[in-house]
Nanobody, 119 residues
Framework: QVQLVESGGGLVQPGGSLRLSCSAS????????MGWYRQAPGKERELVAF??????KTADSVKGRFTISRGSAKNTVYLQMNRLKPEDTAIYYC??????????????WGQGTQVTVSS
């Protein structure tokens, strides 16, 4: 069974930067959509950034600060996070799908990586 492994999370001060990485445990043929989502305590999981073969989307709350990109290696996606704020604190999940969109039920999801922004 394919697994997605996230890395790069941690504790950072407000205004700092982190780069999250997500890779598949083995090659998945035909991946189209890749996305980063986050879930803060007591809140719903929300989209942070998304990319497919034709489109890139970034949540308004992180626009201008976060950038999603595909890696040169297959089935790898990054999330560059700059000017981090305490409200960015959450567990960050990556997801991938052969379809051009991500679904909670059917897409491949990682286990999540904790990002904590605090002084």
């Amino acid at each position: 069974q394919v697994q997605l492994v996230e890395s790069g999370g941690g504790l950072v001060q407000p205004g700092g930067s982190l780069r999250l990485s997500c890779s598949a445990s083995r090659n998945i043929f035909g991946i189209n959509a890749m996305g980063w989502y986050r879930q803060a305590p007591g809140k719903e999981r929300e989209l942070v950034a998304f990319i497919n073969s034709t489109d890139t989307k970034t949540a308004d709350s992180v626009k201008g600060r976060f950038t999603i990109s595909r890696g040169s290696a297959k089935n790898t996606v990054y999330l560059q996070m700059n000017r981090l704020k305490p409200e960015d604190t959450a567990i960050y999940y990556c997801a991938m799908d052969r379809l051009p969109f991500i679904t909670r039920a059917l897409s491949i999801w990682g286990q999540g990586t904790q990002v904590t922004v605090s002084s």
